[in-house]
């Protein structure tokens, strides 16, 4: 008599939820040991806030008059901190990219490995990145005169909005990377990245703006982002009068945003990366 053949069980949704983070902590430690083999990526990386910081605090300080009086490189450095981190979408989008076109994302989807695990690898990958970034234009900015006036917790609640942005906005580079396929694409995207940062109140109030050009920049979410950090860092007066929601409430358009981002982005690029392997 032949005994029944047993059928493997489907892991339960815990099991599934701790091989996909098993898996992505592993890429993760891909993602970082790349930067190891790569020092010149990790160095440009880590300077180019720092150059933002001097290059955009000296030449501009001179000329822009802030809003209710105040230093300028006050104004100025939560619009850097919130203009470094929408231009990671690009990083993510390049590196996802540059994984499709050489065939790196097929290898993947050969091993025993959770599906979803390389997104989530990618965008864990690119916190880290940020932690770095950011804490070296905040180094920098302390040089330069930059100061948080409202205490250890606003401070840390600053930092922690800009980094779930920028974790919503690495889903949303992971898409897009998926999407284009290839990195000659990828790179031609990034200058589209610089009008979306610079029409907003990173640099300059946006009161003098044209009508047309005003709207845009205060529902920019960049714009929210910024006037959130310098609301929680204490470094601007308070908007006008008539300013847009987004501007008058800006954390909760930045908590807003994020929310949309990932509820948006995180499907599409697992449902994407698993329909490439099909």
Same mark, same amino acid.
């Given at each position: 008599?032949?005994?029944?053949?047993?059928?493997?069980?489907?892991?339960?949704?815990?099991?599934?939820?701790?091989?996909?983070?098993?898996?992505?902590?592993?890429?993760?430690?891909?993602?970082?040991?790349?930067?190891?083999?790569?020092?010149?990526?990790?160095?440009?990386?880590?300077?180019?806030?720092?150059?933002?910081?001097?290059?955009?605090?000296?030449?501009?300080?001179?000329?822009?008059?802030?809003?209710?009086?105040?230093?300028?490189?006050?104004?100025?450095?939560?619009?850097?901190? *919130?203009?470094?981190?929408?231009?990671? $979408?690009?990083? =993510? &989008? #390049?590196?996802?990219?540059?994984?499709?076109?050489? /065939?790196? %994302?097929?290898?993947?989807?050969?091993?025993?490995?959770?599906?979803?695990?390389?997104?989530?690898?990618?965008?864990?990958?690119?916190?880290?990145?940020?932690?770095?970034?950011?804490?070296?234009?905040?180094?920098?900015?302390?040089?330069?005169?930059?100061?948080?006036?409202?205490?250890?917790?606003?401070?840390?609640?600053?930092?922690?909005?800009?980094?779930?942005?920028?974790?919503?906005?690495?889903?949303?580079?992971?898409?897009?990377?998926?999407?284009?396929?290839?990195?000659?694409? *990828?790179?031609?995207?990034?200058?589209? $990245?610089?009008? =979306? &940062? #610079?029409?907003?109140?990173?640099?300059?109030?946006? /009161?003098? %703006?044209?009508?047309?050009?005003?709207?845009?920049?205060?529902?920019?979410?960049?714009?929210?982002?910024?006037?959130?950090?310098?609301?929680?860092?204490?470094?601007?007066?308070?908007?006008?009068?008539?300013?847009?929601?987004?501007?008058?409430?800006?954390?909760?358009?930045?908590?807003?945003?994020?929310?949309?981002?990932?509820?948006?982005?995180?499907?599409?690029?697992?449902?994407?990366?698993?329909?490439?392997?099909?």
């Amino acid at each position: 008599m032949t005994a029944p053949a047993l059928v493997p069980s489907r892991p339960s949704w815990a099991g599934r939820l701790r091989w996909t983070f098993a898996d992505g902590l592993t890429l993760i430690g891909r993602e970082l040991g790349r930067l190891r083999r790569r020092p010149g990526e990790l160095v440009a990386a880590l300077i180019f806030p720092a150059i933002m910081v001097v290059l955009f605090g000296y030449v501009f300080g001179s000329a822009i008059r802030v809003p209710g009086g105040g230093g300028y490189r006050e104004y100025l450095m939560p619009g850097l901190f *919130a203009m470094v981190t929408f231009t990671s $979408v690009m990083a =993510v &989008t #390049m590196r996802v990219a540059t994984d499709a076109s050489r /065939g790196v %994302m097929d290898r993947f989807r050969s091993m025993p490995m959770a599906r979803s695990a390389v997104p989530f690898g990618q965008t864990g990958a690119e916190m880290l990145n940020g932690v770095l970034g950011l804490a070296i234009m905040a180094v920098t900015g302390l040089a330069v005169g930059w100061r948080a006036h409202r205490g250890l917790v606003s401070t840390a609640e600053a930092f922690l909005l800009l980094g779930l942005m920028r974790y919503a906005l690495a889903w949303a580079g992971c898409y897009l990377g998926l999407v284009v396929k290839n990195e000659q694409t *990828a790179d031609q995207l990034i200058p589209l $990245v610089f009008p =979306v &940062t #610079m029409l907003s109140n990173s640099f300059v109030p946006t /009161g003098g %703006m044209p009508a047309v050009l005003r709207v845009i920049a205060e529902w920019n979410p960049v714009s929210a982002l910024t006037a959130a950090c310098r609301r929680l860092f204490g470094n601007a007066a308070a908007p006008a009068g008539d300013a847009a929601w987004p501007v008058a409430h800006p954390v909760a358009a930045s908590l807003l945003w994020s929310a949309v981002l990932l509820a948006v982005f995180v499907p599409l690029s697992i449902r994407t990366h698993q329909r490439r392997g099909r």
